[in-house]
């Protein structure tokens, strides 16, 4: 093991004494210490999942990147495991990027990553020459493949660029051979995506160009995964320097999915339409497993380049992945929902049934907490005369709270958290068009400590936005402008 790797194992064992268990998200993962960005090497390797991340140990801010490592048998109960990677060799001394993870046919757990070295160019910047490299193991300990790099700038399509072609998500196809998809800029600082195949998971050639942006949803993109789901092709993928279009996308660093089909005797896909994974603040560069029992279930790193400022220095720790999310495809729409094992968590039901409220705001006896999975649905009271807003208010005390409003008439959903403790002017409020019949629509609002998941109408769209007020802002209330009624259900999610 190389000393890099053994001073941040030994580094992160000492200081994550410091950081209480009330300090963290209950059962979202987050940094062991320092800062995490992207999912990485999410899998099912030996009787659980692995989950490792984008990991700067020392500092909570983005810095050299190793790889953070965990283990859950469940996805909502994590075991930190000792940092599996360093940025210890010539090609990836300034960073271990993002990647994925495969069980060799020997029983071996393989990561594929991008590791960074940079060279100075002719203007004097810093470039990041980024080469695709393999590391095996054991789940615990990996041990980097002496042949890397195992793709370089040779493997490029002509025009891609070596200092943009990064990310690696690889699988297996049926007949025991490997594909692996990756991210990479064209000539004209476009993104595009590269299909690659190999038949051992070590040697690795160019299959196709499988989608460039052509001028649309950004310009870079990253951390690509592609798989099949309900008779449909998937693929997901992060962009840089979006630019809005109505609510779909916005400005900056953002999600999209794209619906498509797959053909593979011509090795070509065919995008059918595209939309934003998560239409809130903080979500970027998700990458899914395929659980034991046929599930395809993803997870994303709940934050964003655009609003990684929203930082409170007492805590020594930045950086958490989203919940787990079961995904279907049904009417041309990427549907999610908290992983089923959740409902296993839930305690303390509560339920309150044809809540008439009309132009004011009510707080519901038992309906409280910072620990909660709360489902909601609106009617209006009268169909003749929609309400004009339902707004639900939680990590609410006196000074804050962090609130979800739906106005019907323009069909508008708002997450705004510019009342949760942020000193810094950075984006606070996001919306999203949401489909209701008349008024009727349904939520269901996940909160851990730190975070609000809002997952609308069974899934059809999430928001996603964190926050870090004090734990006693625990306050749940519901106001209605016009009048509505309300059936409300809640659980506290437990600890353990
Ligand atoms: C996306 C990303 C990846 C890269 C990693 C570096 O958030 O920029 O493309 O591998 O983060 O930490």
């Given at each position: 093991m190389s000393q890099v790797l053994r001073d941040a194992r030994r580094f992160e064992e000492a200081q994550e004494s410091y950081i209480s268990e009330e300090s963290r998200p209950a059962f979202h993962l987050s940094a062991r210490v320092g800062w995490m960005n992207d999912p990485n090497g999410f899998s099912w390797y030996d009787g659980q999942y692995h989950m490792f991340y984008q990991y700067h140990p020392y500092d909570s801010i983005w810095g050299p990147m190793h790889w953070g490592h965990a283990v859950s048998p469940d996805l909502l109960h994590w075991t930190y495991l000792p940092a599996a990677m360093a940025p210890d060799q010539p090609y990836d001394r300034d960073g271990c990027y993002s990647g994925s993870a495969i069980t060799m046919p020997d029983g071996r757990q393989m990561l594929m990553y991008t590791g960074v070295s940079c060279e100075t160019g002719p203007e004097g910047q810093k470039l990041e020459v980024q080469?695709?490299?393999?590391?095996?193991?054991?789940?615990?300990?990996?041990?980097?493949?002496?042949?890397?790099?195992?793709?370089?700038?040779?493997?490029?399509?002509?025009?891609?660029?070596?200092?943009?072609?990064?990310?690696?998500?690889?699988?297996?196809l049926p007949d025991g051979t490997w594909r692996a998809?990756?991210?990479?800029?064209?000539?004209?600082?476009?993104?595009?995506?590269?299909?690659?195949r190999s038949p051992d998971a070590i040697d690795w050639k160019l299959e196709t160009v499988l989608v460039r942006?052509?001028?649309?949803?950004?310009r870079m993109w990253e951390c690509p995964d592609f798989f099949e789901l309900d008779g449909k092709q998937v693929l997901l993928a992060s962009a840089q320097d979006m630019l809005p279009y109505h609510l779909e996308y916005h400005n900056g660093n953002g999600t999209f999915y794209m619906l498509g089909t797959w053909d593979e005797e011509s090795k070509t896909f065919t995008e059918e339409c595209n939309h934003s994974v998560d239409y809130g603040i903080d979500f970027y560069a998700p990458q899914t497993v395929l659980t034991p029992?046929?599930?395809?279930?993803?997870?994303?790193?709940?934050?964003?380049?655009?609003?990684?400022?929203?930082?409170?220095?007492?805590?020594?720790?930045?950086?958490?992945?989203?919940?787990?999310r079961e995904l279907h495809v049904r009417d041309g729409v990427l549907y999610q929902t908290p992983i089923r094992e959740l409902d296993e968590r839930r305690t303390g039901k509560v339920v309150h049934?044809?809540?008439?409220?009309e132009d004011r705001w009510v707080v519901l006896p038992g309906v409280s907490g910072r620990r909660v999975d709360l489902e909601v649905e609106v009617v209006p009271a009268d169909p003749e005369k929609v309400y004009e807003k339902i707004a639900i208010?939680?990590?609410?005390?006196?000074?804050?709270?962090?609130?979800?409003?739906?106005?019907?008439?323009?069909?508008?959903?708002?997450?705004?958290?510019?009342?949760?403790?942020?000193?810094?002017?950075?984006?606070?409020?996001?919306?999203?068009?949401?489909?209701?019949?008349?008024?009727?629509?349904?939520?269901?609002l996940i909160l851990d400590r730190f975070s609000a998941e809002i997952f609308v109408n069974d899934g059809e769209k999430v928001l996603s936005t964190t926050f870090y007020t004090t734990q006693s802002a625990d306050g749940i209330s519901f106001e209605v402008e016009g009048a509505a009624i309300l059936n409300v259900t809640k659980y506290s999610l437990e600890e353990v």
């Open positions: 080469t695709q490299n393999l590391a095996f193991g054991d789940g615990v300990d990996y041990e980097k493949y002496e042949n890397n790099p195992v793709l370089t700038e040779r493997d490029l399509p002509a025009g891609g660029s070596r200092y943009a072609f990064r990310d690696p998500k690889i699988w297996a998809i990756m991210a990479n800029n064209n000539e004209d600082g476009g993104g595009q995506m590269l299909l690659y942006n052509m001028d649309r949803l950004g029992d046929g599930r395809r279930v993803m997870i994303g790193w709940m934050q964003n380049w655009d609003t990684c400022n929203l930082h409170t220095d007492s805590v020594p720790w930045f950086g958490q992945m989203s919940l787990p049934r044809d809540v008439r409220v208010r939680f990590a609410q005390d006196d000074c804050h709270q962090t609130f979800m409003s739906f106005r019907p008439k323009e069909g508008q959903l708002k997450v705004d958290r510019k009342f949760s403790g942020s000193r810094r002017a950075i984006q606070h409020q996001r919306r999203a068009n949401v489909r209701h019949d008349n008024g009727t629509v349904k939520f269901r």
